[in-house]
């Protein structure tokens, strides 16, 4: 009663976490102290009946036992580690319930004479015994979060102790060499004695933490001294079954405890792979962000520097660093900053190709081993990088923006040691943040000089239509046979305030490369409708005529943005003129003619660019429904070309009822020429360069152009 007290005044102290574990042990020992009172009882009136009140109390104690036990909270385990471990206790419990069985249980319940009820209580306390032993055995196995080493050792000491007594109990009574008041009786006050002792220890952990002490490294034995009592159990059971003879169940039992057995140590191997796996990972991977660490870097880098040197290929060193990661820490925190760094390195590994790797170096600078890599395919990387970095990072309510400075390093041509490559590409980011950040460098000057410009132009070239950079001039469309101004072509132009003037040869190839034609397209498009519109009030009809890159004109909703834009700026549809290469509208002849005719539909005229350069036949030019022909300038300004080849396109264009423009007349002997021709149209130098709009219309009231044509 003493040992129930302590055990259920400690299961009320709020600051014990396992209260409910220690209150099914507190009713454990009431029932078993209930039935040793009854059994007392029996003995003072010279009584020994079985089974008895007794019999209740003890029995109900061994599943309260193991209930208390089941309640303890354990740590989380993997699914092999959790089938290792039940199959461990389903071992331990067949082994000694097999044992116990041959030793204790089986002569004494051979005597089938005993009364049904008799009976069925000598077979629940075996059964009752398999449980609270299974439970004991899980106790030791695994333990529990809420108990200190030493107060689980007290508590399996007691319930080992019940268990003892109560088998040691049971054979002598079977054998009829049970006397009361031996030895024998002391277990089981020593048994509630360890269990009360367990629970005081843990209501004074609970009132008075201990400091946690680490394991020392000679401790680690006692973790695996659990698992080595199963395989000694195991060892003693075979050892016990050598040379007797067996019936079915024991042999039914022995293949049973061997299957279990043998899949346990192969849930071991697996589970040991398992380990090993992730082991290798942690000691590979930076566990912040899931890319590689700087442990290996070298060694990788100099394997890949080494096969380079073999094969003549060269390998890419990029050393990356955030430059604005000290702010966003002070400022928002460090759970912020790390965040960042986690989508800066996603972002990173999805713009790499498939044979990079990314290595985390340290904080937030980031490595990159690009194999195969030469510097114009280094370049495209590096920008490719820093652009990633450069878009926005949503974190949480947060929007940061951040910038990166990026230095590269060739191998083995910089260096032929990884340490060294490593230390130029450093060296490249620093000058690389020295020249203003956010952009890269290569450790070599020389490559610098030549690749630095179109990085630099890439650099400008993204944010410059939002900065206000871009400009559309107007070149005039002349008819050749009257010298009238019969329309404009809007050209666009770009004046970077870093890079100055830029070609439309340079940055429209860079825009369609990195992507960004699309909206600069639908920004000219857009630009020249308002401004013929604008027109219209002082020169009423003049028209415009815009180029539409292949990526623009590829788009589904390209025909419903002309609208929308016509819409808005309310300009005529006969006034605007689209310019389509021969190349964007044969790559898909069909979606292209359906788009054609749309745009058709909606009263817009088409004309079929650079004609000439492409593959185009006859019967692929009478399929399209375009307006215009234009003869692309190649052909116009090369002296050596056949005035019949000319002749031909600008008989087929009028064959076809088409419009036929010549591009780029530069001289009046050109002029005379396609008027021989019987050209429509002539655009060129030789009439006038592209102008801003304002000049446009000025140009239209001058007279006395070249070869007395008038601009009128």
């Known amino acids: 009663m003493l040992a129930t007290r302590v055990v259920w005044t400690v299961a009320r102290l709020p600051q014990v976490t396992a209260a409910r574990a220690w209150r099914w042990l507190g009713h454990g020992l009431l029932a078993w102290a209930l039935g040793g009172l009854m059994y007392s009882g029996y003995e003072l009136l010279g009584l020994s009946p079985f089974p008895s009140l007794a019999d209740l109390g003890y029995l109900a104690a061994l599943p309260c036992f193991a209930a208390g036990l089941m309640a303890l909270r354990r740590e989380r385990r993997g699914t092999l580690q959790t089938l290792s471990f039940l199959i461990d206790v389903s071992l331990a419990t067949l082994i000694l319930g097999a044992l116990g069985w041959q030793i204790f249980f089986r002569a004494t319940l051979a005597d089938t004479a005993q009364p049904i009820l008799a009976l069925w209580i000598s077979l629940a306390y075996p059964v009752l015994y398999l449980l609270l032993c299974a439970a004991t055995v899980t106790l030791a ?123 346990r140590q192969l849930l071991v191997l697996t589970d040991n792979q398992r380990l090993q796996r992730q082991l290798t990972h942690r000691a590979e991977h930076d566990p912040l962000t899931g890319v590689r660490n700087r442990s290996d870097l070298e060694d990788n880098l100099q394997q890949q520097i080494d096969q380079a040197r073999r094969w003549n290929s060269v390998v890419a060193v990029m050393f990356m660093d955030l430059d604005r990661m000290k702010e966003i820490n002070d400022t928002f925190g460090h759970v912020v900053g790390d965040l960042l760094l986690q989508k800066l390195a996603t972002r990173l590994s999805d713009a790499l190709p498939a044979d990079a790797v990314l290595f985390r170096f340290g904080g937030d600078e980031f490595v990159v081993v690009l194999p195969g890599h030469d510097a114009p395919a280094a370049a495209r990387v590096a920008q490719t990088l820093l652009d990633a970095a450069g878009k926005a990072f949503q974190i949480g309510p947060e929007t940061l923006h951040v910038s990166a400075s990026l230095g590269v390093a060739l191998a083995p041509g910089d260096a032929t040691h990884a340490t060294a490559a490593i230390e130029h590409a450093d060296g490249a980011m620093y000058h690389a943040k020295q020249a203003g950040r956010g952009t890269w460098r290569f450790a070599n000057e020389r490559l610098n000089g030549l690749h630095m410009p179109q990085a630099q132009l890439e650099v400008q070239l993204r944010g410059a239509l939002e900065r206000g950079e871009f400009a559309m001039h107007f070149q005039p469309l002349i008819e050749l046979s009257s010298g009238r101004v019969r329309s404009f072509e809007a050209l666009m132009r770009w004046t970077s305030p870093v890079l100055g003037p830029v070609s439309p040869a340079d940055f429209i190839a860079v825009a369609e490369t990195r992507e960004m034609m699309g909206g600069l397209g639908q920004w000219a498009l857009r630009e020249s409708i308002r401004q013929m519109c604008a027109w219209q009030a002082a020169l009423p009809g003049v028209s415009v005529a815009v180029n539409v890159s292949a ?6 909703h390209f025909v419903a943005e002309t609208r929308a834009a016509l819409a808005e700026y309310g300009g005529a549809p006969g006034l605007l003129t689209l310019e389509v290469t021969e190349s964007a509208v044969l790559v898909d002849a069909a979606q292209a003619r359906q788009k054609l005719l ?97 000049q446009a219309v000025a140009a239209m009231t001058l007279n006395g152009p070249p070869s007395s044509l008038q601009l009128s």
């Open 598 to 694: 749309d745009l058709r539909a909606l009263g817009v005229r088409v004309a079929l660019d650079d004609f000439g350069t492409g593959y185009s036949s006859l019967g692929q030019l009478r399929s399209l429904p375009v307006d215009v022909l234009k003869i692309d300038r190649v052909f116009i300004q090369d002296s050596h070309t056949d005035a019949a080849f000319i002749q031909a396109m600008i008989s087929m264009g009028h064959s076809l009822g088409l419009e036929v423009v010549a591009e780029g007349i530069e001289d009046a002997a050109t002029v005379a020429r396609l008027q021989a021709l019987h050209c429509d149209l002539g655009q060129g130098f030789y009439f006038a360069r592209p102008q801003s709009a304002g």
């Open 551 to 556: 990526t623009q004109f590829a788009h589904e």
């Open 141 to 263: 196995l695994w333990r529990p979060l809420d108990l200190q080493r030493r107060v689980v050792s007290l508590l399996a000491a007691g319930l080992l102790c019940f268990l003892g007594t109560d088998v040691l109990y049971f054979q002598a009574v079977a054998r009829g060499t049970y006397v009361g008041g031996t030895w024998l009786d002391l277990g089981w006050p020593l048994a509630a004695l360890l269990i009360a002792w367990a629970a005081y220890r843990s209501g004074e952990a609970a009132t008075r933490p201990q400091p946690s002490w680490p394991q020392l490294p000679g401790e680690w034995w006692k973790r695996l001294l659990p698992h080595y009592a199963v395989l000694a159990a195991f060892l003693v059971y075979l050892g016990l079954q050598l040379g007797i003879p067996l019936d079915r169940p024991q042999q039914v039992l022995l293949w049973l405890i061997m299957g279990l057995f043998a899949l």
